[in-house]
């Protein structure tokens, strides 16, 4: 069924709900099989070959349960989690809210998660198959030492995930946030990097849309000094535009969707303008089409995530927005997607 007919039947049931329906349909799909790649588009990053610049943001396959369904669909990396140390309930229902007038979603889900016991066995039970598939990591909500669960996520993850990206930017785990200052981020590095032992698997970093123009700064010298592999910005944001029409706008929680483009976007061009090209850096937010993902890497993005796009134009999206950007490095004359990388 074309999804624009399904749609407005998912959306007749809770959020959660329709999610959960979603991933076991795409556990029992046919979709192990890939599109072949366009040459153009494979985009090298941290010493990994991404077959092309279109990943899933995590929180889409939060256990690692679809991965390869997604890869299916187009996608050319997948990030799972965030994963704690622990299972984790997460916060009380109802935490997801469509906001469709907006096209939009807020979401205070809180890291709810299988633990990095179970995640860790079906990354493990997986070794050996295709495909670029990043493990995002947390800390547990009643942690008494959070950098310690970090250390002990990367320590487990990083011999079984092509990369790791630490999360310290989700505004649903109260204090998490924190870490983005300056000096608890130098010792949560430090920790992280200790912990990832002789594996060498590339660290990124995701980062909060909302941070000010001093701590953008703050943490690019020190992504630098500690040799990080890549940035992600941006999280979801706890601010709200005063364009939101819908009346779930004031739930709490972080939102993303296409509200979220413009602030994503800015944040994006302070990063890159930050880090001077030193890091690579991977766009989040707000990116339904190829416009939207084109903007983002002349902006100075090597690859792309989204999330909430899929909740609104469907599982298509990926190949149809990988597509668009072949066209577009043909059209201005590129051979590569990494030629039009800060081409803005």
């Known amino acids: 069924m074309p999804y624009r007919l399904a749609r407005p039947l998912l959306f007749r049931l809770p959020a959660e709900t329709a999610h959960t329906l979603t991933l076991r349909a795409l556990s029992v799909a046919a979709l192990a099989g890939r599109p072949a790649p366009e040459p153009a588009l494979v985009q090298r990053v941290a010493g990994i070959a991404f077959p092309n610049p279109v990943g899933i943001a995590p929180g889409f396959d939060k256990n690692a349960q679809v991965a390869d369904s997604l890869f299916g669909l187009g996608f050319g990396f997948v990030e799972i989690g965030t994963v704690t140390p622990r299972p984790q309930e997460g916060n009380p229902r109802p935490r997801l809210f469509r906001l469709v007038e907006d096209e939009a979603i807020i979401n205070r889900m809180g890291f709810n998660n299988d633990g990095s016991a179970v995640v860790a066995k079906r990354l493990s039970d997986r070794l050996g198959r295709p495909g670029v598939l990043g493990a995002n990591i947390g800390a547990n909500k009643d942690s008494e030492d959070r950098i310690a669960d970090y250390a002990e996520m990367t320590r487990i993850m990083a011999p079984l995930a092509t990369y790791l990206t630490v999360n310290i930017s989700s505004p649903n785990t109260p204090g998490l946030r924190a870490l983005q ?164």
């Open 181 to 344: 200052d300056e000096g608890a981020l130098g010792a949560l590095l430090d920790a992280v990097i200790a912990a990832r032992g002789t594996h060498k698997t590339p660290l990124f970093l995701k980062l909060a849309p909302d941070l000010q123009p001093s701590d953008i700064d703050a943490i690019c010298r020190i992504a630098m000094d500690k040799r990080l592999d890549a940035l992600i910005v941006s999280n979801t944001t706890i601010t709200r535009p005063p364009s939101l029409r819908s009346p779930r706008a004031a739930e709490t929680g972080g939102l993303s969707g296409k509200p979220l483009a413009p602030l994503a976007l800015e944040a994006l061009r302070t990063f890159r303008k930050a880090t001077g090209g030193a890091i690579p850096l991977i766009g989040v937010g707000g990116i339904t089409s190829g416009e939207d993902a084109w903007q983002r890497i002349c902006a100075g993005a090597s690859l792309v995530q989204l999330y909430t796009g899929l909740v609104f134009e469907g599982p298509n999206l990926a190949k149809t927005i990988a597509a668009d950007l072949a066209r577009r490095v043909r059209a201005a004359g590129m051979t590569s997607i990494a030629q039009a990388v800060g081409s803005e």
